[in-house]
Each structure stands twice: as structure tokens, then as C-alpha cells.
């Protein structure tokens, strides 16, 4: 108990910390406030902005969620289907690997062209963003399924199905829930970037308009909001599979007691 | 080649097991190697027979022929009397390894009821009738805990309890106690000729341990180096229940010296 107060308690300090330097350094160098706003001038923007980042922030919020969804999904899926044979290995993998390739940065104008300034083209980036992890971290859990214990499950008569149920599903989470965590932090900078091509609310969008208006404690009001969530996000993941994935805990407690 | 011609219990029950001219093969780059050549073998209803060979000999092999997993390339494979095709033995015996296969996500009651899980039975009265056991098994109190938190030798016991609970009479045992160290593996075989002695199993068992052999088993069968092929039968003559102060016998010495020199691992000694 004690220890787990102390981890989240350390981060903590540095980052006050530094804040409480950033805060001095401005003052004593007399920085411009459109340049580098001290931590005291973001935070009267989180008060005095506060309905404007709250509504801008639900929309990235809603489309994180959303393209991580589909993402989710669809990478599951595609992930068993590479793992289940290897003809659709050899049909599906490079292609998967082949989209990782493309630049975003030359797809966004694209879907913006599409699917217009709406929520689609952000939940489409999203979702390509985080399909990657989700489905290279179910293929490599799926593969990963002990074979020995396979055979065994043949030996007690189970069919594919009670197999795929009772031992492949259960082996391969703990590696999907790798990837939905990297998914998952990489998912607010896939919404954010979507903005940042063309929207018309989100904080990629109040962060662009600040900036040009250099409302510059605004634009790091909208950053922390971000890194926020981000760190939420991921925080949440965690916690769904602490829930869910229980056993976990003695093999980790095992491996520290060992070192 | 030795055939065995044991007189079983109840004349007209089957045999648990019968191997008739089992061979089989495999492909290893290319080369096409004979595993097994020519073994027939067949265990009475509460025998224990156990197996010994060099490894490489195909003694675990002949247990995936057994239990369905790999193909006999020529023979017959009889459980309880009746012939069965490759798949059709699937799920007709129960199957233990080595390693003890234990599923880290479910708790020690949650694995020994997995073989009754794949089956689909109901939930509920497949665990109720597992935690009766736990007791015999000497795993009382450790129900709800994950494999992780087991011992060695608790862990081989739940994957025991699962072999059992998995409701084939036919026990195919695979150097179920080579993962553990000596001390442990002594008391696990005490352990099991105890248990067998009320819960009498026909028993295939594969080990390279002669003592083992010699401890657990009815009748000890040598397998030779590949092709394996059954070269030695020795008939174990010590009484049973089994206790271990028999080690100190001369019936034990002689059986474990006879089936040494099988083995080639010491010099021919003098029929006595």
C-alpha cells in the first residue's frame, strides 16, 4: 500500500516541481505572456475558458472513444483471422503491415476531401491509428497459445470452439491488452492530428485557433486537457484489466519477490 | 519381440487396453523415420503397466497414439474391447503429462474441472463434486487459489485431479513426475500407489526412472532405442498395498537389476 502511494505520489512532486520553476523562470526573465504563459496564467484559462475547453473537449473525447471502438473491433478481428490460418496470414499480414506505411499526415487531406469536416474523418484516423497495435498484439497473443495444452484439450474431447473459448481466448488477452494500451495513448494524437486538418470544434481545433490568436494559455490549457486524457485513458485500460485478468497479479507478484 | 499373456481378473472382461502390431512413423527434413516397429501390448482392467526406454525411443509416441493425437501408421488400438479410429480415441482416456498444463488464469478447483468444462457439463455440480476431492488430494484449502501461488508437487496434484476428474478409466501418465525434484517425486509416488489402491485405474506409464517402474507398476515393459520396439517384460512380483521399505527387498533389487541390464545399462546379471 504504501509503495503503490509512493509511486503516484513521485511523479507527482516532479511534475510540481516543475511547474513551480516554469512559474519562477517566466517572472524572473520577464517572458512574454503570448510566448510562454506561466502556470498561473493557464490556470486562469482553465477557469475563465472553462465552458469552451469542456465543450471542445467532449467532441476529441467522443471521437477517440469512437475510433478506438471501431479499432478495437476490427483489429481483434482481423488479428484471428492472420492467426487462424496461414493462407490468410500470407493474404492479410503485409497488407496490414503495407497500410502502417502510409503517412497520415498525406491521408488526412484525403478524408477530409470524402467525409467532410464532420466527426467521420477523425474517427477514421483514430481508428487507423489504433487498429495497428490492437492487431498485431492479438495475432502474436493467438500465436503464443501453448500448443501442449491444446493437445490436451483434444485429449478431453473439446472441439475447436470450447479450445478457441477455454484456452486461446483467455492466453492471448493479457497481450491484447498490450496493444490497447499503446492503441490507446496513441489515440488521442490520431484524433488531435484529424482536427488539426480540418474541423470545425475539438481541442486540436481551439489549440490551432488559440494559437493564431496567440492565446497561448489557452493553447496549454487544451495540451493538458489532452495529456489528461490521455493518461485517463490509459489509466482505464489498466484498470479493465486488472479487473478482468485477476491471476495476473501473482505472476508479477512472483517476479518482484524473486529480484 | 515379447507378447504379453496376462490372465486378467474377470475372464471375458476386455482388456483396458490393447496394442496389436503398432507402428509409426515420422517425417523429420524430409526422411521418412520409423518411431515405433511392431509393438502389441495390452493392460488388464486394474493393471498398472509402465514403459521404459531410452529416450528417443518413442514411448510418448505411443501414448499420443493412445489418447488420439498421432496417426498409428500400421496396427489396431483397442480401448475396453472396442476398435477405435484415431479420432474416435480422442476423449476416450486420460491423458497427463510432464509438464503439468496448468491454465494460469484459472484457480487450482477451476483447473481440475476443466476436462468436464470442455465437455460442456453444468458448471455448478461439476464443482461441487471436484471440491469433495480436494481433500483425497491432499489440496484442502487451496480451491480458489491461482497456480501461480502452488508448489511443484501441488501443482502436478491438480493436473492429476483434472487427469481423474476428466472420467476415463484408462490413465495415460507421461513422466508425470519428471518435473519435480527427488524428494518430491518419491512422496508423489507414494502418494499415487496409495490412491491407486483405493481407486484402482488401468494405468499406462511412461518413465525413465526404473525405480519408478519397479515401485508403481504390475509389469515393467522395455522399449529399445528407435524403431522402439518392446525387447523386455518383467512381471513385478511385490506385493501390494506397496510401501517403501520394499525397496530394501531382494525381489526388488532383482527386478530393478534384470530390467537395468534390459536397458543395457548394466552388465547381463544371473537369472536367479
Known amino acids: ?259 | 519381440m515379447h507378447t504379453s499373456t496376462r490372465s486378467y481378473p474377470a475372464p471375458g472382461t476386455p482388456p483396458a487396453l490393447s496394442l496389436e502390431s503398432v507402428s509409426a512413423t515420422y517425417r523429420d527434413r524430409g526422411e521418412t523415420l520409423l518411431a515405433l516397429d511392431n509393438v502389441t501390448l495390452s493392460i488388464a482392467p486394474t493393471e498398472i503397466v509402465a514403459l521404459v526406454g531410452p529416450s528417443g525411443s518413442g514411448k510418448s509416441t505411443l501414448l499420443d497414439i493412445v489418447s488420439g493425437l498421432f496417426p498409428e501408421s500400421s496396427g489396431s488400438v483397442r480401448i475396453e474391447g472396442e476398435q477405435l479410429a484415431l479420432e474416435q480415441r480422442l476423449g476416450h482416456s486420460a491423458y497427463m503429462r510432464q509438464r503439468d498444463l496448468l491454465l494460469p488464469w484459472r484457480t487450482a478447483l477451476e483447473n481440475a474441472v476443466l476436462a468436464l468444462d470442455a465437455s460442456g457439463a453444468k458448471r455448478k455440480p461439476s464443482r461441487e463434486f471436484a471440491r469433495q476431492k480436494f481433500e483425497d488430494f491432499g489440496l484442502a484449502g487451496f480451491e480458489d487459489v491461482y497456480p501461480a501461488q502452488l508448489s511443484g508437487g501441488m501443482r502436478q496434484r491438480v493436473a492429476f485431479l483434472r487427469t481423474i476428474l476428466a472420467g476415463h478409466s484408462l490413465l495415460l501418465l507421461d513422466e508425470p513426475f519428471g518435473a519435480l525434484d527427488a524428494l518430491n517425486r518419491v512422496s508423489m509416488q507414494n502418494w499415487l500407489t496409495s490412491y491407486w489402491q483405493r481407486d484402482r485405474h488401468p494405468v499406462l506409464l511412461v518413465t525413465h526412472d526404473v525405480d519408478e517402474a519397479v515401485f508403481l507398476a504390475d509389469r515393467v515393459l522395455v522399449l529399445s532405442a528407435r524403431p522402439g520396439t518392446i525387447t523386455h517384460e518383467e512381471e513385478i512380483s511385490l506385493p501390494r498395498p506397496r510401501h517403501r521399505n520394499l525397496i530394501a527387498s531382494p525381489e526388488y533389487s532383482r527386478h530393478r537389476a534384470r530390467l537395468l541390464a534390459a536397458l543395457g545399462l548394466i552388465d547381463e546379471v544371473a537369472a536367479s
Not at chain 1, 44 to 57: M, V
Not at chain 1, 180 to 204: D, H, K, N, Q, Y
Not at chain 1, 233 to 240: E, R
Request: overall charge positive.
Open chain 1, 1 to 259: 500500500m504504501k509503495h503503490r502511494l509512493l509511486r503516484w505520489l513521485l511523479p507527482v512532486c516532479i511534475l510540481l516541481a516543475g511547474f513551480i520553476c516554469w512559474e519562477i523562470a517566466v517572472r524572473v526573465a520577464d517572458t512574454p505572456r503570448w510566448m510562454l504563459p506561466p502556470p498561473s496564467a493557464i490556470l486562469r484559462s482553465f477557469r475563465d475558458d472553462r465552458a469552451l475547453l469542456l465543450a471542445n473537449a467532449r467532441v476529441t473525447l467522443l471521437e477517440v472513444v469512437l475510433g478506438f471502438a471501431y479499432a478495437l473491433v476490427a483489429g481483434v478481428l482481423t488479428g484471428m483471422a492472420i492467426a487462424s490460418s496461414r493462407l490468410l496470414e500470407r493474404a492479410i499480414y503485409p497488407i496490414v503491415i503495407a497500410s502502417q506505411t502510409i503517412p497520415m499526415v498525406a491521408l488526412a487531406p484525403l478524408l477530409l476531401i470524402w467525409f467532410g469536416y464532420g466527426l467521420t474523418p477523425k474517427i477514421i484516423v483514430t481508428a487507423l491509428v489504433c487498429f495497428f497495435p490492437i492487431a498485431v498484439s492479438t495475432v502474436d497473443g493467438l500465436r503464443a497459445v501453448d500448443r501442449e495444452t491444446l493437445q490436451m484439450m483434444r485429449t478431453f474431447g473439446a472441439g475447436p470452439w470450447m479450445r478457441f473459448r477455454l484456452v486461446s481466448v483467455p492466453a492471448a488477452l493479457p497481450s491484447l491488452f498490450s496493444g490497447i494500451r499503446i492503441a490507446i495513448t496513441f489515440s488521442v494524437i490520431g484524433a488531435v492530428f484529424g482536427e488539426l486538418v480540418g474541423a470545425s470544434e475539438g481541442l486540436g481545433y481551439l489549440m490551432q485557433r488559440a494559437a493564431a490568436q496567440f492565446q497561448t494559455a489557452r493553447v496549454f490549457a487544451a495540451l493538458f486537457i489532452l495529456a489528461g486524457m490521455g493518461v485517463g485513458l490509459f489509466a482505464l485500460a489498466t484498470l479493465a484489466e486488472r479487473l478482468l485478468l485477476p491471476w495476473r497479479r501473482f505472476l508479477i507478484e512472483d517476479r518482484e519477490n524473486e529480484e
